[in-house]
Every structure is written in C-alpha cells, then in structure tokens.
C-alpha cells in the first residue's frame, strides 16, 4: 500500500510520515529540502523522497507520484513570515489540491484514491449549517482580504467540496479542521465533531499536532474511520 504526503517537511507532516511509516506503508513525499526530515524518517526504507517544489512539477510527473497511491494527504501551509504569508505562492494550498487531484482522475485507478487535506477550524463547512455570529464573521471576512492563507485554506477546502463533490468515482476527500495547534509528544484522547463547539476566534479549542497526524492516519488506512467522515470536514481537539 502506497501513500503520498505533501506538506511532510512541516510540523505536522512529519508527525503525519512517521505515523504512517509506523504502520509499514509505503510512503513518498515531495519536499523541497529533503535534510528538513527527521534522519530517522528520511532514512527509513519505506520512504520514498522527491526533492522538488510541488507547483513546479509538470503534470506528468505529478501523474507520476500518485499513480498507485491509494491515498493523498496535504499538510502544505504557508510559513508564518512576511514573506510566508503575503508572497507567491498566494495559492499554494488550493493550486496542490487541485493539481493533485487532477492526476489522480487522469491515472484512472480501479477505485477512488482518498485525499485528506489538512485544514483549519477558523473555515466554515459552506455545506451545513454552522452557526458563526455576527462578530466572528467581520473577523474572518477582515482575514479573508487581508491575510492570503485564510483564503487559500478557504478555498482548498470549498474545492474538494464543489468541483471534486461526494459523487466523484477518481476521488473520495477529507478536511480536517483542527483547532489551535500544540505540540505534544505522544497521542492523547481527542474528540472529533462534523462541526465546531466552540469559537475558532473567540473561544478556541487545542488540537495537538500528533493527535492530528495520528486521525489523518486513520482516514488514510482505516476503512470504518474513512466511511464516517468522507465528504465531510470534521473538526478535531484534544479531549478536555
């Protein structure tokens, strides 16, 4: 069993590539400085590392790396720096999904590939009904215009939701929405919700980065976690 992780030299990615390899899969990923991996990771024989900057692969070799890939999963953020936040690519997030599942459909597997996406609690799911008052609202529109990752997370998710939708037959998809990250060294109890019980704004949850990884896992490799939430975008915190 093959998987595909983008966004792996992050914080959370690598948790995501450990947990994965943990469970003996097969896993690539595409970073840009591959010496950014954990050396226990980067030299696992189950590793497979492209170095490269994701939006500069041509189609075909995008083809090329989810071709037998039963799963995708994007961790891809944007670096929290001047230059992270406000220069190109303004659109990482939502030009990966994209690209990404555009070749998953043209390779044509016998089944549908899941792509899980890494998402964020501050997004409404646009197909509920999620209450939002009026405060959060101006907020997240002031965001929306101002901070371009607010409206690359935005529009990653409201891709998989519109264009990919639930009856696709190349792709089955997940966001997840974690809270405010954490950091932790181990897997702890969470609680996963179709929707937020709390103010991402206002009153915010924590989501450790592990706990994250580890759920994203599940939805790659575990059948009776994939059939709960595919198509949905589950929000995910630690379990007080």
Same mark, same amino acid.
């Given at each position: 069993?093959?998987?595909? $992780? ?10 995501? $590539?450990? !947990?994965?390899?943990?469970? !003996? +899969? ?5 970073? %840009?400085?591959?010496?950014? +991996? #954990? ?13 490269? =900057? ?5 189609? /075909? ?9 039963? /799963? ?17 690519? %303004? ?11 555009? /070749? ?7 089944? #549908? ?34 901070? #371009?990752?607010?409206?690359?997370? !935005?529009?990653?998710?409201?891709? +998989? ?15 997840? %929405? ?29 989501? =450790? ?9 599940? +939805? ?21």
């Amino acid at each position: 069993m093959s998987v595909l $992780v983008v966004g792996a030299s992050g914080a959370t990615g690598r948790l995501l $590539v450990r !947990e994965l390899l943990g469970r !003996e +899969l097969d896993v690539r990923v595409i970073v %840009r400085t591959p010496d950014s +991996l #954990p050396e226990d990771v980067r030299n696992h024989r189950h590793l497979s590392v492209t170095q490269a =900057s994701i939006l500069d692969l041509s189609d /075909a070799e995008m083809a090329q790396h989810v071709n037998r890939c039963t /799963a995708v999963a994007s961790c891809l953020g944007h670096i929290i720096t001047l230059k992270g936040i406000f220069g190109p690519p %303004r659109r990482l997030v939502t030009d990966a999904t994209r690209r990404l599942c555009e /070749a998953v459909a043209a390779n044509g597997a016998d089944g #549908p590939t899941r792509f899980v996406l890494m998402n964020t609690a501050g997004n409404r799911n646009r197909d509920l009904d999620e209450p939002v008052s009026f405060g959060q609202k101006c907020v997240m529109g002031m965001l929306r215009l101002l901070l #371009p990752p607010q409206a690359d997370n !935005e529009k990653a998710a409201d891709y +998989l939701r519109t264009s990919i939708g639930r009856g696709n037959g190349a792709i089955e998809w997940v966001a997840v %929405r974690p809270d405010t990250l954490t950091n932790a060294d181990s897997v702890t109890p969470y609680d996963v919700y179709p929707s937020p019980m709390r103010s991402a704004l206002f009153n915010p949850g924590a989501t =450790s980065r592990i706990n994250v990884a580890y759920f994203m896992a599940e +939805l790659m490799t575990n059948d009776e976690t994939w059939h709960r939430w595919k198509g949905q975008m589950p929000v995910i915190y630690n379990k007080a």
